[in-house]
Every structure is written in structure tokens, then in C-alpha cells.
């Protein structure tokens, strides 16, 4: 048989034999089987996704993301004496100028103060969420643009379900105090929220001795992903931490500068200047941030205590004014200079210059 399209010449044991493939069903199978499966997969392929009313799968980052962003922690010392406020986009914790305390606030917990509008302004300016105090047994809780929900103690199986537990946003701006409230000991269960810059998530309270007697842990988790304004109803903002007062990767100099403890970052406008009453954090492009003790991941400043404690990686030291000379503690050591500075976030004092000596247990000098 000559050979031609359409012929398959195939060998077996005995004469060579020429088939047909118009003859040959099995291949005819093959062919149209393999055709089936590829329009089954380009009509899945083709098929919009919308979402979880029809039961297909969400979107990467739609509602159906689960909830399970890393846990933050702060512990808030001092609100036994005085309200703290906290930022909660960023964690830190700050308490109020004394220029703004009213004679007709002392004695009284934060939920029963009257906020006044140079108050109000630092609040806000200062991107504060809320006001705790506790008297060891009880925590006061004031929110300021704040939108929360009923504490609950089931999980959050997405994000979604946290922003629809959360209340809807109030018509009304004047309403800027969105809660007032006292919590027992233990807070029930976690409570959702979204703050003023836009940012989703839910926390909880505890009194805790952890850095002092009645000091409060507020454990939360926070996101401010792009899709969280489509949850939400509402835009998430740009958050302002200067450089000097997040997670460093830099060295931190410290120095006395017009009778003030003074620390900067190298290459940069930021610079936190501590006098006898008060913390204030420049940074050029920025309107200054004020407060008599800050409290952040990094530092914790004490401006009447004259004192900074910087935290690094499971180490901390501190640092003091005496005279116009910068006292550092760092393990069991202590030493002065005209100035210091510390790696950062490893915390190494490289100076070799410094004459360490043994600190005292009870060593605590006054600012002079």
C-alpha cells in the first residue's frame, strides 16, 4: 500500500503491516477526551470569582481573609496615679502637658473629666485612641474617635466579622468621646474597633504587676491593609512616627544640650529634648508631640524623673542627666560622658573610652 497522509506505518513481529488512523477508535478517543478537558478548563479559568455569596472562593485580601494578624503588647505603668493616653496605630503611650490639667479634673477618674478643646486638640494632634486608669482593682477606658463594638469573647474567624461586630460611624462630629466606660479586673472577652486613622482590629485588657504594681496590659491586633476601607466604611490615614521613635536600626546619641537631656538619630531632623517637666519630639516636617512621660516599644521617658530607659534586643539601659554630663546604667555598670551613643536595635555602648564602674542598687541621682 503506498504511503499517504492519513497512514500510520507501524512494526510487529511478522510482515510490516500499514493501518489507517481514520480506523484506529482508540486514538479517536484520546482526541476528543483531551479536547472535553481543555474547555472545562478554560470556562473555570474564564469564570469571574465575586465573593463567598455564590460559594466560590474570596479574592485574595476581600472579606473572607482570615483574622489572624501577630499580637501586639503594651504594658502601661503609672495609670494608678494619672489617666495614660494610647495611640493604638502606633502603641504608644503618652500622658497629657501639665499645661493642660484643670483644677476641676483632679481628684476625678478619666471617665468623668471634662475635656478641654486645648485638650481635645492635643488628643487629636497626638493621634490619641484611648485614656486608661486603674485603681487596682478596676480600668477606666475613655475612646476618642474611636468605633467599637460589644466585648465578645468567641474569635474572629475574619476580618470581615470584625468590622460588621463593630458599631457604624456616628453622623455627628462633635461626638468625639465615642466611650466611656469601667471594666473589671479582666475585660470580658476581646473588643472590636476601628480608630480614628483607620485602622482595624481588636484588644484587651488585664491588670498586671508585670512593670509595677497596677500597670495594665493591653494586648491587640491591628491591621491597616488597603482593602481594610472597603470593611470598613472608612479610610485608613497615614500614621506619623518619627524615626526616633519606632523599632531603630540606627544609633541613638544621647548629650546634654541648654541644661536638657537630649537624643537624636544621626542624619536626621528627629530629636526628643527632655527637661524637668516635659517630653517634646521634634522633627521638621512635623508639629512637635508633647507629654510629661512617653512610653513606646524603645524608650520609656520620664521627664519629672529625669530618666530614659531604652529597650533593645532583651537588653535595656538607662540614661540620666547629671550636671550637663549624660549617666548611663547599663547591667550592673554606670558610667558618664559629654556623650553617648548606642547601637541600636543591639544596644552596644562602643565608647571605649567610658570608665565603668559598679552601680549601686539604690543609685538613682537627681537631675541638678
Known sequence: MPRGVGTVITHQKGPLMATSDRSCPRRRFLTWRFCICLVVVVLICDEPVTGED?????????????????????IIAGAQREPVFIDIDTGRGMTAPATLMTQENNGKTVTDWAFSDALKHWIQHSGIDLAVQTDG??????????????????QFKSEADVAKAVLPRRNNATQWITLRTKLANVAPGR?????REGGLGALSLHITDFRGPNSIQVDYQLTRRPYVPKLTGQQVFAVYEPLILGQMATFLIADVTDHKLCLRTPGSSNQIEISADEVVVREAAHAELRAVRLHTG????????????????????????????????????????DEITIWMPELKIPDMRLRWKTAKADHEPKPR
Not at 315 to 323: C, F
Request: charged share 25%; hydrophobic share 35%; aromatic share 8%.
Open 191 to 195: 473588643t472590636p474597633f476601628v480608630t
Open 54 to 74: 455564590n460559594g466560590k472562593v474570596p479574592l485574595p485580601g476581600a472579606h473572607g481573609r482570615p483574622f489572624d494578624e501577630v499580637w501586639s503588647q503594651r
Open 137 to 154: 482593682h478596676s480600668i477606666w477606658l475613655v475612646g476618642f474617635d474611636l468605633r467599637v463594638g460589644e466585648p465578645t469573647i468567641e
Open 298 to 337: 524603645t524608650l520609656d521617658i520620664d521627664a519629672p524623673a529625669g530618666r530614659v530607659t531604652v529597650n533593645g534586643r532583651g537588653k535595656s539601659a538607662t540614661l540620666r542627666r547629671v550636671g550637663d554630663r549624660i549617666q548611663v546604667e547599663f547591667g550592673k555598670q554606670i558610667a558618664d560622658s
